[in-house]
Nanobody, 132 residues
Framework: QVQLVESGGGLVQPGGSVRLSCAAS????????MAWFRQAPGEEREFVAA????????GYADSVKGRFTISRDNTKNTVYLQMNSLKPEDTAVYYC?????????????????????????WGQGIQVTVSP
């Protein structure tokens, strides 16, 4: 199976920045759209950001728009989430996910509307805690 491994999390102060990385195993990384989800204790997993196969198209949840940036490097089989201006409410376990949509997804909105259940592969998650 394809494995996704997140790294780069930890404790950060409000207003600070952190970059999460998600390294994918196996070939065909470039065939998958990638996304970040997050889940706080007792809450549902929520969409954070998604990026298309080529990295040209990017979409974000309203709660992180303007603060977070998703990117990918297909030569390194890695997707990133740059998190700036962090807030305590950003505290969560962050999950990397990969999904193959093919031609069924033709725009950013459709990509961002994919539910967590529709993704094919998931990382184990990594904790990000924003606290003074």
């Amino acid at each position: 199976q394809v494995q996704l491994v997140e790294s780069g999390g930890g404790l950060v102060q409000p207003g600070g920045s952190v970059r999460l990385s998600c390294a994918a195993s196996g070939p065909a990384f470039g065939n998958y759209s990638m996304a970040w989800f997050r889940q706080a204790p007792g809450e549902e997993r929520e969409f954070v950001a998604a990026i298309s196969r080529t990295g040209i198209s990017r979409g974000y949840a309203d709660s992180v728009k303007g603060r977070f940036t998703i990117s990918r490097d297909n030569t390194k089989n890695t997707v990133y989430l740059q998190m700036n201006s962090l807030k305590p409410e950003d505290t969560a376990v962050y999950y990397c996910a990969a999904g193959f949509w093919g031609l069924t997804v033709t725009n950013v909105q459709q990509m961002c509307e994919k539910s967590s259940a529709e993704y094919d592969y998931w990382g184990q998650g990594i904790q990000v805690t924003v606290s003074p």
